[in-house]
Every structure is written in C-alpha cells, then in structure tokens.
C-alpha cells in the first residue's frame, strides 16, 4: 500500500481492517478457481516452468518443495471457499508476519500503530507451519517427454555448510558471476564460443531447510546430450 507521509495512520488501518475481517465470497473463489486453472495451463506451455517443476518434482519427491505452489487440477477441484477461511484463519496471523514501512516515521510509531492493530489478535488456533528437513535426492537421471521443439536441461546439486548471512551473499555473487547473464562464463562458452544452447544459467535456491545450486539450459533435441 503507497500513500502520502501523513496518511499512515489511514494505510496501516485499512491494511489492518482487510487482513483481520477479510471476505470469503463464494462467487469470488469459483471465478478465482477458473483464473488459477488458465494460470495452470500457462505453466505447463511454459518449457522453462515446467521442467524447473518437473526438476523439483523429481529432486523433492513428495516433500512440499516438490509440489507446485499453484497447486494441482486435483487439488484446485477439491478446494471450497470454507477450507480457504480456514487455511486463512489458521495460518495468516502476526507470527507469520513480516511489516516493511518506508517513509519518514520512526520505528517506535510504527510500532506503536502495529500494537493497536486488530489482526492476528483473539485467533484461535494459530499455528506455525513445521517444514520437514530435506535435500536434493541423489544420483538421479530423470526424462521427461513432451511434443516440444525445445529441450530444457537442469542439474541440481546440494549446498552444505551454509549457516549464516555472509555465506548466502557469497553464493549469490558466485552464481551471479558464473551464470548471472549474457556475459557470463557459462553462457559465453555455452552458446557464444560452442553455440550448444540458446539460454544457460545457473541460480542459488534457498529454502528454509535446503540449499541448492541449479545450472539450467535450453537447446533443441539434437545437442541435447
């Protein structure tokens, strides 16, 4: 939410008045469910979606890192407006929440306006999701086959040892300077000296129980191998 200076007190009220007393329309969730289901068939006309998902899918198994956020037609037809009130009410409360103000008040008013705020206060049954411990599995060769013109490559590969700020930073900036863009090492001999692929990259993921190096690619069939 943007506003002038002198409107916080406004912006923090409405944002407090639509996350403690939020309506759960039916009308609304079918005509969302429809627009996910459309958003569903983007990701899967999507190569580069969907091989990172099948990438996941493959590395996770049947930990959540491995199921798609959007969800499944499975699950999307399963849902009812009631079980989101529920998921809402259980789940979005002041412990999960993180409040990032810019502007010129100090963090003693923020503060101060967050302490008279209604939501997340009087919730029954506030959890905090547990994520079970997991890693990439190892040694694995996956293939998935789909009519495309186009082949999207992945490798990932687990991260040990991280444990504090500095160590992410790092990672951030060998990954940047390894396959970061254009005039990275990787894409330079990739696609500009052996002309092997039309994209290359490779990307940090961190979630809260794993890290990982991803190196990803696109070519045709053909220099696949």
Request: glycine share 8%; net charge negative; proline share 4%.
């Amino acid at each position: 939410l943007e506003g002038p200076d002198d409107a916080t007190d406004v912006i923090m009220q409405t944002a407090d008045h639509l996350l403690s007393t939020p309506e759960f329309r039916s009308d609304d969730w079918e005509s969302e469910r429809r627009v996910i289901l459309e958003e569903m068939k983007m990701y899967e006309d999507d190569h580069d979606s969907a091989s990172r998902q099948f990438m996941l899918a493959s590395s996770f198994h049947n930990h959540a890192y491995g199921r798609p956020i959007i969800g499944t037609r499975e699950t999307l037809a399963a849902m009812t407006n009631d079980d989101l009130r529920r998921f809402f009410e259980q789940h979005y409360h002041s412990r999960q929440m993180h409040v990032v103000v810019m502007g010129p008040e100090s963090h003693e008013d923020i503060v101060s306006r967050l302490d008279r705020c209604e939501f997340g206060k009087n919730r029954l049954g506030l959890t905090t999701p547990v994520i079970e411990q997991t890693r990439p599995r190892d040694g694995q060769a996956l293939h998935s086959q789909r009519d495309m013109q186009q082949c999207n490559v992945s490798f990932i590969a687990p991260l040990e040892g991280l444990t504090g700020p500095e160590d992410y930073r790092a990672i951030r900036a060998l990954t940047y300077y390894l396959g970061g863009g254009q005039s990275s090492p990787l894409f330079q001999k990739l696609r500009e000296e052996l002309g092997l692929c039309y994209y290359a990259g490779i990307d940090a993921l961190s979630l809260r129980s794993t890290d990982a190096l991803v190196l990803s690619g696109g070519t045709s069939p053909e220099t696949a191998e």
